[in-house]
Structure formats: structure tokens, C-alpha cells
């Protein structure tokens, strides 16, 4: 069964520090993955994704992810953090043998960055 | 452009009664989907719509939850007899429904049954 396991609630960093957000995944075909952030009161935002190709991923924000087929992971990277990229971010993953295009979430990461 | 519209942004109802929840989606984006996300908790899968018709609707709790988008776009998400373990935020997203698209989501419903 396809899933996405997000094993930190919480990420810690000071400014200008870099950050790592943690994801690793399983489903059964080749994975389409995916991150975003979300905000207060808002919708999820799409950060980035690793579709095929090169394993580093670049978005928005200055956030890169790398993709470890190996360790089934898809973690996300960001070389100094600010204070403005503190919200829940989750870890999303498709499996590309699922004909109907259903997304599967993790739980959620909060990252806090402290000035 | 515009982004992915959901109506109401907070709705609260009673134990037992019937809510419909509106999407409008990105002009041009064939697919559609519900998630329902608790607190602390990530998006869940409800129903995934391809055009008008229900592509996947596994997700759906029980036959208290419906869903229609009989025009391939705007979707409404129909809950009877409303409980109090219902509520969470219901959001809306929504594609162009090919293998590398991302969705993109609405700003979501807050459902409170009391």
C-alpha cells in the first residue's frame, strides 16, 4: 500500500541555518513526489516535485529536495532558513502505476525558525 | 489568475443536519479532488473527480458523504445527517489530471457540528 511517513513533528533551526525536512515513502510502482507547505488558515501550497530526471529538485522559496530511490526518501532542503518559511509542511507521493491520480499525504512537519 | 475557490470559509451546523460544501476550481483543470484534513493531521483522501464523473470515491466515509460536478467544473461536497466527528477542514484541489501535475488547493472549508 502506498504511504508517506513524515517522522519529525517539529524542526527547530535558528536563522540563517540550514534546514532539513524529513519524508520517506512506499508504494509499489514508480513515485511522483511532491511538496508542500501550508500556513494558518490556508490551503497547501506546492513547493516542488521529483517526477524523474535529476535527483536534486529545485522550487520555490530557495527550498531543493533530493530524491533516494535507495533509502525511499524525498528530503526536503533549504541552505539557510529564514524566520518567514516557519509553517506545516508535508510530504505528498503518487504512485505512477495508480491509474486515478490519488495523492497520498504525510502527516505534517512544523518547522519553526527562530531569528 | 484566480486560484481554487472554496464557499463557505467556516461553516457551523448542528448534530443531524445536511451542509454542502462548494469548489470552484482552476479554469482549465479537468480533475478535482476532496480532501478532509483534522487537526494535526494531513490531507485525506475522499473523492477524485475526472471531469463530471466520480474517477475514485474509496476515500468517502459512508453514505452520509456525496459529491457531484455535473458540469465538469464547480464540485459540491454533500454531507447528511451531520456528526460531530465530521468536522475538520474540508479542502478543495484541483489539476489538469496529467501524471505530473500538482495539485493545487483551495483555502478549505472549516466544518464545526456541535
Known amino acids: 500500500a502506498q504511504s508517506v511517513a513524515q517522522p519529525e513533528d517539529q524542526v527547530n533551526v535558528a536563522e540563517g541555518n540550514p534546514l532539513t525536512v524529513k519524508c520517506t515513502y512506499s508504494?509499489?510502482?514508480?513515485?511522483?513526489l511532491f511538496w508542500y507547505v501550508q500556513y494558518p488558515n490556508r490551503g497547501l501550497q506546492f513547493l516542488l516535485k521529483?517526477?524523474?530526471?535529476?535527483?536534486l529538485v529545485k522550487g520555490s522559496y530557495g527550498f531543493e529536495a533530493e530524491f533516494n530511490k535507495s533509502q525511499t526518501s524525498f528530503h526536503l532542503k533549504k541552505p539557510s532558513a529564514l524566520v518567514s518559511d516557519s509553517a506545516l509542511y508535508f510530504c505528498a507521493v503518487r504512485d505512477a502505476k495508480d491509474n486515478f491520480n490519488k495523492f497520498y499525504f504525510g502527516s505534517g512537519t512544523k518547522l519553526n525558525v527562530k531569528p | 489568475g484566480a486560484g481554487v475557490s472554496q464557499t463557505p470559509s467556516n461553516k457551523v451546523t448542528e448534530k443531524g443536519k445536511y451542509v454542502e460544501l462548494r469548489c470552484d476550481p482552476i479554469s482549465g483543470h479537468t480533475a478535482l479532488y476532496w480532501y478532509r484534513q483534522s487537526l494535526g493531521q494531513g490531507p485525506e483522501f475522499l473523492i477524485y473527480f475526472q471531469g463530471t464523473g466520480a474517477a475514485d470515491d474509496s476515500g468517502l466515509p459512508n453514505d452520509r458523504f456525496f459529491a457531484v460536478r455535473p458540469e465538469g467544473s464547480v464540485s459540491t461536497l454533500k454531507i447528511q445527517r451531520t456528526e460531530r466527528g465530521d468536522s475538520a477542514v474540508y479542502l478543495c484541489?484541483?489539476?489538469?489530471?496529467?501524471?505530473?501535475?500538482?495539485?493545487?488547493f483551495g483555502n478549505g472549508t472549516r466544518l464545526t457540528v456541535t
Open positions: 521529483y517526477i524523474t530526471g535529476d535527483n
Open positions: 508504494v509499489s510502482g514508480n513515485p511522483y
Open positions: 484541489a484541483s489539476s489538469f489530471g496529467t501524471d505530473n501535475s500538482p495539485l493545487h
